[in-house]
């Protein structure tokens, strides 16, 4: 099992370029299902989980090729869905990555039937997809959930809806979208989702020939089209991969320009850190936007506090990272963790590492600036692992990361990019240290 062995001290100064967003990668893989065409999608990043999904699309009868692109962290995917008799997503793929759930949706509005594995919780969660089954059951489907799995079909076909949602969630707006993209009459979405990637997915579905109004806001309008065509898709930049080497950047100082990374998808985490003290620019470069961030040796952090909630509001997946932040900064930081109901694991790897703080259900109240000083610790989710990496490029002397393979789901040559911004971080094989 490889492990990342940290000297920690160092700052952080150069250009990161930041890879294709795993998070808009996955739903719009799972679109290619919706047309026999062929589907191109570029700029996915080369990660666990987008080739545990091209995995399961293959299960469910899709040719699927998958070509390394520039330096190799990103990848471009060619499938074509024939689609196959009994469409199953099994649960041996579906138990490493959750976000096969999003097959449902296409098949269901493809090929009228689907079984699919209940993905089961995770280290966040229990993560539910009662919202998703409840849509699709208003949209004329018959669920039934038996020995692990969601046996979904319709008679005829599926039937465009006025839905509201009873909770905002990412996965059932991206899932009931596609469905809506492929039925006939138009669909509305209340209280859907507004998360960036859900606006990359309906650009997708727009190029397969789909019609949607209302991206940027909580009522998405779908007209379906009752033959979706293929097409070619460049998928947005990871905010999350960003906003990861932001943290990094503030926790550990330095002067690092991000290339690639929409400014607008991170307005809430830049906000943030700007008021820590930390200086951020943004500019035009020539691969797309850019973002430069410094905080110079030395320099105090103001504490900040931070809650989580559905975008625009403070994105879940950076809580661990700014908690790893605000370790170092001057004061109090209370960090409340609105969207899941156990996403504070790396509170206790980062107590050993030397961190103050003290959870309390939700809340998580962080006292900095804390001397963080090297140990081993170990990953438990995919960005906790990316707090603790964080805190161990801090901490003096040598912080060991175990478990990485939660890393390397989301994130695409992470220690490389770090090494090329002067990070003394290496990665060796399980026991090798
Ligand atoms: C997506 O997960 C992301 N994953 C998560 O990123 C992210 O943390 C999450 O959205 C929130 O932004 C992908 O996009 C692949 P939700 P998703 O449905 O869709 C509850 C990462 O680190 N809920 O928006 O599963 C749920 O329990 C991952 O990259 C129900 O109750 O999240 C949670 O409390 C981790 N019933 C809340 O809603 C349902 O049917 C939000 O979940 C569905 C969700």
């Not at 952080?12 to 589907?39: F, H, Q, Y």
């Not at 033959?227 to 943290?247: K, M």
């Not at 991000?258 to 943004?282: A, F, K």
């Amino acid at each position: 099992m490889d492990r990342l062995v940290i000297q920690g001290g160092h700052p952080l100064r150069g250009r990161i370029r930041v890879s294709g967003a795993k998070n808009a990668a996955l739903p719009c893989l799972a679109a290619a299902l919706l047309t026999p065409d062929e589907v191109v999608l570029s700029n996915l990043p080369a990660v666990a989980d987008i080739r545990t999904m091209v995995k399961v699309l293959q299960a469910l009868g899709t040719e699927a090729t998958l070509e390394p692109e520039g330096e190799g962290f990103e990848l471009t995917a060619r499938l074509t869905c024939a689609g196959s008799e009994d469409p199953k997503a099994p649960y041996e793929l579906v138990k490493t990555m959750r976000a096969s759930i999003l097959v449902l949706g296409p098949l269901l509005a493809r090929f009228g039937k689907a079984t699919v594995s209940l993905p089961g919780g995770c280290a966040i969660g229990a993560r539910p997809v009662n919202l998703h089954l409840e849509a699709l059951e208003r949209m004329g489907a018959t669920i039934e959930i038996s020995h692990g799995y969601i046996h979904a079909s319709v008679k005829d076909h599926l039937k465009a809806i006025d839905h509201t949602f009873e909770k905002v969630s990412v996965g059932a707006t991206e899932n009931i979208l596609m469905a809506a993209a492929l039925v006939d009459g138009t669909t509305v979405l209340r209280n859907a989702a507004q998360e960036p990637e859900i606006g990359d997915l309906a650009q997708l579905l727009v190029k397969m020939g789909a019609q949607i109004e209302g991206l940027g806001t909580g009522i998405l309008s779908v007209t379906g089209a009752g033959r979706l065509h293929g097409c070619e898709h460049a998928v947005i930049p990871d905010r999350i991969e960003a906003g990861t080497y932001l943290c990094a950047v503030a926790a550990a100082c330095g002067d690092v320009v991000l290339d690639r990374c929409e400014p607008e998808h991170l307005r809430s985490l830049l906000d943030l850190l700007e008021r820590t003290g930390c200086v951020i620019t943004e500019r035009e470069g020539q691969g797309g936007r850019q973002v430069r961030i410094q905080r110079e040796v030395g320099q105090k952090l103001r504490s900040k506090d931070a809650t989580t909630l559905p975008f625009p509001g403070f994105p879940t997946d950076l809580q661990a990272q700014v908690m790893a932040v605000m370790t170092q900064a001057c004061g109090i930081s209370v960090i409340n963790e609105g969207i899941f109901e156990n996403r504070f694991q790396h509170a206790m790897e980062l107590e050993r590492l030397g961190a103050n703080l003290r959870t309390d259900g939700h809340t998580a109240i962080v006292a900095g600036p804390a001397e963080l000083t090297g140990c081993t610790v170990m990953a438990t989710d995919l960005r906790a692992s990316a707090a603790l990496v964080i805190a161990g490029l801090v901490a003096k002397g040598e912080t060991i990361v175990d478990r990485i393979y939660h890393l390397d789901r989301g994130y695409a040559g992470l220690e490389k990019k770090l090494q090329g911004v002067g990070a003394h971080i290496e990665r060796v094989g399980g026991g090798r240290v």
